[in-house]
């Protein structure tokens, strides 16, 4: 069975670092893209945040470059985001999700199992 599981959230300051983690099955992660969206509240959509796939393909969101980054511990089957200089619009529910085909993809569409989602918020 799938299962993606998300965790680290809380309530930080502006300015504030935060870390996240998404745990999966091996059989989950393994030549999958993984990737984080967020959704902010009162909106419908899901913002692109950031994903990975092994090989080195990394990709940031505008919005987070800089700020954001992604690492792969391999021998926890985990993808952590480290997230620094949080500003209160970096508030949502933040997701993990895999593309099983390996889509490097912005879209929501492309990912097809996801994790129940963990709450960031960010105060001023």
């Known amino acids: 069975q799938v299962k993606v599981v998300e965790s680290g959230g809380g309530l930080a300051m502006a300015g504030g670092s935060l870390r996240l983690s998404c745990v999966g099955t091996?059989?989950?992660?393994?030549?999958?893209?993984i990737a984080w969206f967020r959704q902010a509240p009162g909106k419908e959509e899901r913002e692109f945040v950031a994903?990975?796939?092994?090989?080195?393909?990394?990709h940031y969101a505008s919005a987070v470059q800089g700020r954001f980054f992604l690492s792969w511990d391999n021998a926890k089957n985990t993808l952590y985001l480290e997230m620094n200089s949080l500003k209160p619009e970096d508030t949502a529910v933040y997701y993990c999700g895999t593309s099983r085909a390996g889509l490097l993809s912005r879209l929501p569409s492309a990912y097809d199992d996801w994790g129940q989602g963990t709450q960031v918020t960010v105060s001023s």
């Open positions: 994903y990975f796939r092994s090989g080195d393909y990394t």
């Open positions: 091996r059989r989950t992660f393994s030549s999958s893209t």
